[in-house]
């Protein structure tokens, strides 16, 4: 059984397809990776994929139970989401922000425990925050701000992650440092993995899987061996692509 299954997914944003027909499945220990050109529909299809968007045709199922099923907190346990970009609603400290990760294993109006802290400062070290955690989220950098989301996630602890632009205002280290532990954690725990990247050699090297979305009813995917080549990318980015072979590692590069 697949951990994520979509089937037919459409959706219209003003009555323009953004989305048609659209079909796939991941399995655990899976990392896919998201490749298409701005307004073609990664970030509405994570959304529809989390639950956040209803699709206007297809159906979206999560361990075999189409995601209309679960209430929120058990949906919740089960998929995670990354969004493009945060935004500081109130204001908290970093070690606040990071425990609303716990959120869906709490029951209603619980309090924080202590290895629920613990579980956090945890999480913190992990991205190299743990010695902002009495930071107010205000202060922090774009790329730390990137970290604590992901720090957020990780304590959430769901079965299949889906990061829109994980890498966003992160500098070469922290991508390629922040992009091992998730790609390590999904493969060692056996969940699943569907990130949107505008850079193909970030998913050559992280991902097993890639979804081409070429425009609103033309996809191309499945394993990166098949799916990236120079031929399939000059079809995506309109655009002449080449390509170097750097110690037995394919890199790709504008003509």
Same mark, same amino acid.
């Given at each position: ?12 944003? &003003? =009555? ?39 699709a @206007?045709?297809?159906?979206? #199922?999560?361990?075999g139970?189409?995601?209309s ?12 989401i ?14 606040? =922000? ?16 202590? &290895?629920?802290?613990?579980? #956090?400062? @945890? ?14 989220? #205000? ?25 829109? &632009? ?5 500098d070469?280290h ?24 505008? @850079? ?6 992280? #991902? =097993? ?5 070429? @425009?609103? &009813? ?38």
């Open positions: 059984m697949s951990l994520l299954h979509a089937k037919s997914i459409s959706v219209s944003i &003003e =009555s323009h397809s953004v989305i048609s027909n659209l079909d796939i499945s991941i399995n655990r220990g899976e990392c896919w990776g998201i490749l298409g050109a701005n307004g073609v529909g990664k970030t509405t299809l994570l959304h529809v994929l989390a639950g956040l968007r209803k @206007d045709a297809g159906e979206v #199922c999560v361990d139970h189409p995601i099923d679960f209430r929120r907190k058990e949906l919740y346990k089960r998929v995670g990354l969004f493009q970009d945060s935004y500081d609603s109130f204001p908290t400290t970093v070690l606040e =922000s990071a425990l609303t990760g716990r959120f869906p294993h709490l029951p209603y109006w619980a309090i924080n425990s202590t &290895e629920d802290i613990r579980l #956090c400062m @945890d999480a913190l070290a992990e991205v190299s925050l743990s010695n902002m955690a009495s930071r107010e989220v #205000c202060t922090l950098s774009g790329g730390e701000r990137r970290r604590l989301a992901l720090a957020t996630l990780i304590i959430q602890h769901p079965k299949l992650w889906l990061l829109d &632009e994980p890498t966003n205002h992160l070469i922290y991508q390629t440092s922040l992009l091992n532990l998730i790609v390590n954690k999904i493969t060692t725990l056996s969940e699943g993995l569907l990130m949107s990247l505008h @850079d193909v050699n970030l998913l050559v090297r992280f #991902c =097993s899987h890639a979804l081409l979305m070429i @425009d609103h &009813e033309t996809q191309i995917h499945g394993e990166i061996s098949e799916v990236i080549t120079i031929e399939n990318l000059e079809i995506l980015y309109q655009h002449s692509i080449r390509s170097v072979n750097d110690g037995g590692r394919i890199l790709y590069y504008l003509a």
